[in-house]
């Protein structure tokens, strides 16, 4: 069952009925102001870091379309989740709320890997939008049309490759150009080289995983851990509150905010990747079903379902060209097996798992306010 705003209990049903996606839940203005003003020095670190690097690559022969490729995927679009929850873990540690310069660096340097990762995940899984936009391996391909040469598709995929080869090169730039003191930099190396083998480890095993529509539940939950729990919510928070000096008893109170918080927030995408609205989500509604990725939603159907509706399962999951139609006869499965009241149901415990270990954490009053309602944002988000 899921929770609503009001704290009543309200049937997982009710909120699929005609498939729509889930409600959004309603921050206080103090919450949101809170949030708008990290996000908006973040988005000022990146701004003036990225022009920065475009006039810097103004004497490099044909660099220019590339740089302004990053520049365009990074600033057009993206929650600055990773970021934001970086600052966090530093407010957690110390009660001091504005947030110096080194800090902002080091937080909006995890956006540039996350662009990094997501254009190389494009290209994997050959996706066809991104934050409601072509994919970078398509815009690129697009451009390149009229040109002589190797065909566009090709292009566009090595492009994008380059594309997020430059990100990550960047990422390392303004990190390693934050203004950290030496005790920072010996803290938060090691974790963010762990947060980047974790994220690979994890991206392989959503790779291999993908395109077998019997993926146990355990399995799907390996990649939403490793893709989504430690790299999108856990990471982030240790390597902020690592900058503000934190010790093992804060950074493991940390985890257990952040694992079940991070495994809520994939099993919401799980399922607005089959059931959500492009226009929000900015990603196709049949691109998981098409791909057969690795989702609890589907493990948990096919362990409910009868032989008929396997059957079904064996014969639409997987296929490149599935249509609406196919999805739709998709989806009533998933509806029928109850596996979509299941992951609402698994969203909800993990968002009360959360919530207790935040009761418990030692960290500041503030902190605890936001990452409660960044818990509840995870919970009843539609994008």
Not at 83 to 100: M, N
Not at 320 to 329: I, Q, S
Not at 361 to 372: D, E, K, N, V
Request: net charge negative; aromatic share 4%; glycine share 6%.
């Amino acid at each position: 069952m899921a929770i609503s705003k009001k704290g009543t209990v309200m049937q997982p049903s009710c909120q699929w009925e005609g498939w729509d996606v889930a409600k959004t839940a309603v921050p206080s203005v103090a919450q949101e102001d809170d949030l708008s003003t990290v996000r908006s020095r973040i988005e000022e670190v990146l701004t003036d870091f990225l022009d920065a690097r475009m006039r810097a690559l103004d004497q490099v022969p044909h660099s220019n379309q590339l740089a302004h490729c990053v520049k365009e995927f990074v600033t057009c679009g993206g929650k600055r989740l990773r970021p934001v929850l970086s600052v966090l873990g530093w407010q957690a540690a110390q009660p001091k709320r504005d947030v110096p310069a080194p800090v902002l660096k080091t937080a909006a340097a995890l956006e540039l890997f996350h662009a990094f990762a997501l254009i190389h995940d494009d290209v994997m899984d050959d996706s066809d939008m991104r934050r409601g936009r072509p994919s970078v391996h398509r815009t690129m391909a697009l451009r390149h049309e009229a040109a002589d040469g190797p065909t566009p598709g090709r292009v566009g995929i090595g492009t994008a490759i380059l594309a997020g080869d430059l990100a990550l090169v960047w990422s390392d730039e303004l990190l390693h150009t934050a203004g950290l003191q030496p005790a920072q930099v010996a803290a938060v190396l090691p974790l963010i080289d762990v947060m980047r083998t974790e994220i690979v480890c994890g991206q392989y095993l959503d790779l291999t995983a993908a395109g077998r529509p019997n993926a146990t539940v355990e399995v799907a939950l390996q990649v939403a851990r490793y893709k989504t729990a430690k790299y999108t919510f856990e990471r982030p928070l240790h390597v902020g509150a690592a900058l503000a000096g934190a010790d093992g008893e804060l950074q493991t109170a940390l985890s257990a905010y952040a694992l079940p918080v991070g495994e809520s927030f994939q099993l919401r995408d799980d399922l607005l990747g089959t059931f959500g609205d492009l226009r929000q989500t900015g990603k196709s509604v049949l691109e998981d079903l098409r791909d057969a990725k690795p989702t609890v939603l589907l493990a948990i159907a096919r362990q409910r379902a009868t032989a008929h509706q396997r059957a079904l399962l064996d014969q639409l999951v997987g296929q490149r060209g599935l249509d609406e139609e196919g999805a739709t006869r998709v989806r009533r499965v998933l509806l029928e097996t109850g596996a979509v009241n299941a992951v609402e149901s698994m969203i909800s415990e993990r968002h009360q798992q959360a919530l207790q270990a935040l009761d418990a954490a030692p960290i500041t009053p503030h902190a605890r306010t936001t990452l409660r309602h960044l818990a509840d944002a995870a919970l009843w988000r539609s994008t």
